[in-house]
């Protein structure tokens, strides 16, 4: 599941900061690859509509937040959505 949501967000940067995917890594942060804090702001809000979640509010380090640390965030937003889902079904 890692490498599709990992995908998935990278797919979500590249058409927000019209960057091809190919050239984006975990590693890169958005300031790295041109985005603006609005537009970061914009790509938030995108990802949490496609995951049907809600990311916790933090002001985000546009300089020091990498897309990979976007994926963990939003793998453990699944986890606890996911966890929270099984509790209310039983």
Known sequence: MSESVQQQILDIIAKHGDIDTS?????STLTDLGIDSLEAI????DIEE???ITLPEQDPDFDADTAGGLVKAVEAALAAKSDGEDDSAA
């Open 42 to 45: 914009e790509i938030i809000f």
């Open 50 to 52: 496609h995951f049907d």
């Open 23 to 27: 050239t984006l890594k975990p590693e």
